[in-house]
């Protein structure tokens, strides 16, 4: 993946048109997507280590990462109802 995509989809996300944005991100992630379905968003580092578990997010929600240090993490989105997921990464890069 190139700096700049965000996502590969499986599954059945990609009818949820899922956004997580900014790339790079600062102090929070935002999450859009169509649909009423709640999400789960699980957060891992470059080693591998689940770092943060978000769970019944609705579209239009932010998601704090100000606690995380300035690196590339991997994320993966989950309908936990259907088992459809997505995953991508992003960059946290603070000032």
């Known amino acids: 993946l190139c700096p700049q995509t965000t996502s590969v989809s499986f599954n059945n996300l990609t009818d949820k048109n899922i956004e997580l944005f900014p790339n790079p991100a600062t102090d929070i992630i935002l999450i859009n997507f169509e649909g ?3 999400l789960q968003l ?5 080693a591998g280590k689940l770092v943060g578990t978000w769970e019944e997010l609705q579209s239009n ?3 704090p990462i100000h606690h995380l240090e300035n690196g590339i993490y991997f994320y993966q989105i989950a309908t936990p109802s259907n088992g459809g997921f997505q995953s991508g ?4 890069q603070k000032n």
């Open 36 to 38: 009423t379905q709640a």
């Open 42 to 46: 699980n957060l891992f580092n470059g």
């Open 61 to 63: 929600t932010s998601i």
């Open 89 to 92: 990464k992003i960059i946290i």
